[in-house]
């Protein structure tokens, strides 16, 4: 298999774009390789520069559930093309993409569109100190929140990858007033309430972590942090970016019959296009701008053409639930298959999954927490990434990313990867 082609353009653009890459997870670095440069996809395929054809299981990084080219998604995209693509107007179809999110995942009565997950989570947690007038704002070790300042702290994927818990050109100022609590660890979480539960304005947190590999919360831990959020007056964020509309409707909300206050959403809800959008409770909404005087405001958000076609992909999902099953059927069958296949080579894996979300780790397990996550051998997922993309298998190039199925994914390819992974275990 030649990469010469996706090697060439990499060369060059290392002169132009930092890193060659613009963002860091693409770069390949953590499976020690060039990074490889996409030419075309459809469907559950990606094709690369040098015309090598990969099942995809990054899938974009989640916002493709319907999988590449999807025609429910892009339909009537010509049209919003002709008559206007952006008036720094509202837009009727605002509306009607509120009214759809709203109805299908209740804790948020109002939402707010913008332009990125990461705008979505900073303006949430703005929204949470102006809201209740305290300063502090809790997070969760290995979950990635977007890259704000505040909460780019003990971060995951990308983060993780380049080994930058924290970044650098964060100030002192910045960062005292995250606190960073232990994923799952009840504990940890009652210690800190003591502490600090008066000043803490939010806490935010992946109800499934999806940026240290896949680690589901906890249920009682997910309960004990509602009930700590209540008694003390802090919000609870619901990070969904990468859960919402993939774990159900209603998202880990749904899944876990827990309702947050204010919730944060991006990748699938635009279909592919770049959007976030955080909402909650209508009182807590009621104080952002120009209602309230929590600003926020963005030249290109709830642009026409990312909602049209964000609305497009949750309209076709309310009304063909089934997906989430068939996909999660899948992930099911890919899970065990993996795992079996790992096992018979006895290699130490665990692997996590968590509807159709699922991570293979490198790792003995269980695999519950972010220091577990740590415990992985990065060598061994290198080796095996390359194994696989050499079986034309394209798996997230980082030990910390999940695999992203969509609804485009056959059961053949499933079959396919397991018996490929069945090989790989073996050579590696
Ligand atoms: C991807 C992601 C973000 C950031 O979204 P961007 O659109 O990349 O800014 C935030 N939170 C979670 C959980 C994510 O997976």
Redesign the pocket.
């Known amino acids: 298999m030649k990469f010469t082609n996706s090697k060439s353009i990499y060369e060059k653009s290392k002169n132009y774009i930092p890193g060659g890459v613009n963002?860091p997870v693409r770069a390949f670095g953590s499976v020690g390789m060039n990074p490889i440069f996409a030419k075309e996809a459809f469907g559950s395929k990606i094709v690369d520069l040098d015309n090598n054809e990969f099942i995809d299981y990054i899938s974009s990084?989640?916002p493709l559930i319907l999988g590449h080219g999807s025609k429910i998604v892009h339909e009537g995209v010509e049209e919003v093309f002709q008559k206007g693509i952006t008036y720094g107007l509202s837009t009727e179809k605002e509306l009607k993409l509120a009214e759809l999110i709203t109805e299908l995942y209740p804790s948020a009565e109002m939402v707010r569109m913008v332009?990125?997950?990461?705008?979505?989570?900073m303006s949430a947690i703005r929204l949470a100190r102006g809201y209740t007038g305290k300063e502090k704002i809790l997070k969760f070790e290995g979950?990635?929140?977007?890259?704000y300042d505040g909460l780019l702290v003990k971060s995951g994927?990308g983060a993780l990858t380049f080994n930058m818990p924290t970044s650098k050109g964060l100030t002192e100022g910045i960062t005292k007033d995250t606190l960073v609590g232990r994923f799952n660890d009840i504990a940890d979480l009652e210690r800190i309430f003591d502490n600090f539960g008066n000043k803490i304005a939010g806490v935010i947190i992946?109800p499934v972590?999806?940026?240290m590999g896949v680690i589901g919360a906890d249920e009682k831990f997910l309960k004990t942090l509602r009930k700590l959020t209540i008694d003390h007056g802090a919000l609870l964020i619901f990070?969904?970016?990468?859960?919402g509309f993939r774990l159900g409707l209603e998202g880990a909300a749904g899944y876990y019959g827990i309702k947050p206050d204010l919730v944060?959403f991006?990748?699938i809800i635009g279909g592919g296009l770049?959007?976030?959008a955080y909402g909650g409770k209508r009182e807590i909404m009621k104080e952002i701008s120009p209602m309230g005087g929590v600003y926020q405001a963005g030249t290109l958000s709830g642009n026409p053409l990312a909602v049209h076609m964000g609305y497009n992909l949750l309209n076709h999902l309310k009304n063909n639930t089934q997906i989430f099953k068939q996909i999660e059927n899948m992930a099911k069958d890919l899970e065990k298959g993996l795992a079996e296949s790992a096992q018979k080579s006895g290699k130490k894996v665990t692997v996590n999954r968590v509807g159709g979300m699922l991570a293979v780790f490198m790792n003995d397990g269980p695999v519950n927490s972010f220091e577990d996550v740590m415990n992985s051998d990065t060598k061994l997922f290198e080796k095996y990434f390359k194994g696989m993309l050499k079986r034309n298998i394209l798996l997230p190039p980082s030990q910390f990313e999940g695999l992203f199925l969509s609804a485009a994914h056959s059961t053949e390819e499933i079959k396919y990867t397991i018996e490929s992974s069945y090989k790989v275990f073996e050579l590696i």
């Open positions: 963002s990084w989640g332009n990125s997950g990461t705008e979505a989570t979950c990635y929140h977007g890259h994927s992946e972590a999806g940026n990070d969904e970016v990468i859960t944060c991006g990748k770049p959007v976030g």
